[in-house]
């Protein structure tokens, strides 16, 4: 299948700092980018869907002005978390789809710490 | 609105058969896929079925019931790396994926 690389896989970093996460598809095209977060023991939330060139769409209840994607290209999406919290503490995956797939290929996620 | 079942824990004997099971209800239905996933880690890819039927992969097999809102994903010859969750996921009309909560499966020898 497609590979979808997704960096960095750990981070920490300390409350009020601002992180960045890159989801870049290696051999497709990524036209839909899903970002996930996923607390222990529960299920993927998605976050937002991007697709090249255009704005994020958020899901309800998600702020946009604290997680910032980008998808300027088709290879690459990123997710900033801005200014964290603890409770921002969680697995962040990002998914990619290419225009003539119907399967959604993962990343290897990212375990964010915030101190 | 829309809405995934599947149970939340099963247990299964290394060596054994077990079937998970997964019911939904979505505004409409492009595919229903099988994921697997383990503790910390991604989900990876088991299976994809659009049309009423078994398909089969190894030692995975998948089964869709489009009028019932049904399917289930069977494992065979379990092993002991099997333990894991596994996600059962429905594309709705709008090809947005709506996740399960997960079945846990745990393998004991």
């Known amino acids: 299948g497609a590979v979808v690389s997704q960096h960095p896989s750990r981070v920490i970093c300390k409350s009020g700092t601002s992180v960045k996460i890159e989801c870049r598809s290696l051999?497709?095209?990524?036209?839909?980018m899903f970002w996930y977060r996923q607390f222990p023991k529960q299920s993927l939330m998605l976050m937002a869907t991007?697709?090249?060139?255009?704005?994020?769409?958020?899901e309800q209840g998600v702020e946009k002005d604290k997680f910032l994607i980008n998808h300027a290209s088709l290879t690459l999406s990123t997710l900033t978390v801005t200014s964290a919290h603890p409770e921002d503490s969680s697995f962040y995956i990002c998914s990619a789809r290419g225009r003539r797939e119907t399967e959604a290929f993962f990343g290897q996620g990212t375990r964010l710490t915030v101190v | 609105g829309q809405n995934i079942d599947q149970p939340t824990e099963m247990t299964a004997t290394e060596g054994a058969i077990v079937q998970i099971n997964c019911t939904y209800q979505t505004s409409g239905f492009n595919g229903l896929f099988w994921y697997q996933q383990h503790a910390g880690e991604a989900p990876t890819f088991l299976s994809y079925n659009v049309l009423d039927g078994l398909e089969e992969k190894g030692r995975f097999s998948s089964f869709l019931s489009r009028s019932k809102g049904y399917s289930y994903l069977l494992l065979k010859e379990l092993q002991m790396k099997d333990s894991a969750s596994y996600l059962c996921a429905v594309m709705d009309s709008n090809y947005q994926l709506i996740w399960g909560a997960g079945t846990k499966l745990i393998i004991k020898p």
């Open positions: 991007s697709n090249e060139g255009s704005k994020a769409t958020y």
């Open positions: 051999d497709f095209q990524a036209t839909t």
